[in-house]
């Protein structure tokens, strides 16, 4: 078996997802780490949480691959007392490395968004709007389905804790617009290409407004349910691009959303 490193698996999904994809404000890519560096276990999840870094420490790993970039913004100082410093300094300490690929995982296809519409069972899907690549999705229902239909559908499809409907009036649903995590500003687009709902996370109340004002239905199934389903298929595909090299992959298995409905 051949020797893996970092920058052996950061290519990997950049072949999935390569970083043009990327929106300007994002952050992926390599954001702690040697690209040198040996890897014989990578511990694959959403999000670089702290009980995610105790995982991966466990495991032994030197890699997490994530979807949400752990350093998003400009920082100024490593404080070991704060959150963020706290994480990075357990990451160097342990000889963990971090990559992130985030909305250029989202557009890629066989993304976030796909492996959304399948999840959902969406048909013929393709990307939202004439753009080259896009992150939002339109798909087909094979069957039709009332508003309420749908998002019992979505939520069970998703295993999410609950669901939120955006209900803008009797008529059934046959194309749905989707996009994970907060999409909403995609709602308007997916009505002008036909969709009857969209599903999406993080939706605010005049958007909410917007849509019924515009008579699509919305299905505000959360950040996180939209978004999850990513890791599995993401540890599958990397374990199918590194078969030949000695690595092994795990994947967060006991993520949960961080809202709660009383």
């Not at 995610?52 to 032994?60: F, G, K, T, V």
């Not at 019992?152 to 046959?174: C, E, Q, T, W, Y």
């Not at 349910?225 to 000695?246: C, M, Q």
């Not at 006991?254 to 009383?262: G, L, R, Y």
Request: contains cysteine; hydrophobic residues 50%.
């Amino acid at each position: 078996m051949r020797k893996c490193t970092v920058q052996i698996v950061a290519d990997a999904v950049n072949r999935l997802a390569p970083r043009r994809f990327a929106e300007e404000w994002d952050n992926p890519g390599l954001l702690i780490g040697d690209p040198l560096a040996e890897v014989k276990k990578i511990f694959v999840c959403l999000d670089v949480l702290d009980k995610n870094i105790s995982q991966a420490i466990e495991l032994d790993a030197q890699l997490i691959v994530a979807h949400h970039p752990l350093i998003f913004h400009a920082i100024k100082n490593v404080r070991f007392n704060l959150p963020l410093g706290n994480k990075i300094a357990r990451l160097i300490k342990n000889n963990l490395a971090v990559f992130a690929a985030h909305t250029n995982l989202d557009s890629a296809a066989g993304g976030v968004n796909d492996v959304l519409a399948k999840k959902i069972g969406l048909v013929d899907v393709k990307f939202l709007g004439e753009e080259e690549f896009s992150m939002g999705r339109l798909g087909n229902l094979e069957m039709p389905m009332t508003a309420l239909e749908f998002a019992k559908h979505v939520k069970k499809s998703l295993n999410a804790d609950n669901v939120r409907l955006v209900d803008a009036g009797n008529f059934l649903i046959g194309k749905v617009g989707i996009c994970g995590g907060a999409g909403a500003d995609f709602i308007q687009k997916a009505k002008f290409f036909g969709a009857q709902a969209f599903v999406t996370g993080d939706v605010k109340y005049h958007e909410a407004q917007a849509a019924v004002e515009n008579e699509i239905h919305v299905v505000d199934a959360g950040h996180f349910a939209t978004e999850f389903p990513i890791v599995h298929a993401l540890t599958e595909y990397l374990r199918g691009e590194l078969k030949n090299f000695d690595v092994e992959i795990f994947e967060d298995k006991t993520a949960k959303d961080f809202f709660q409905v009383i």
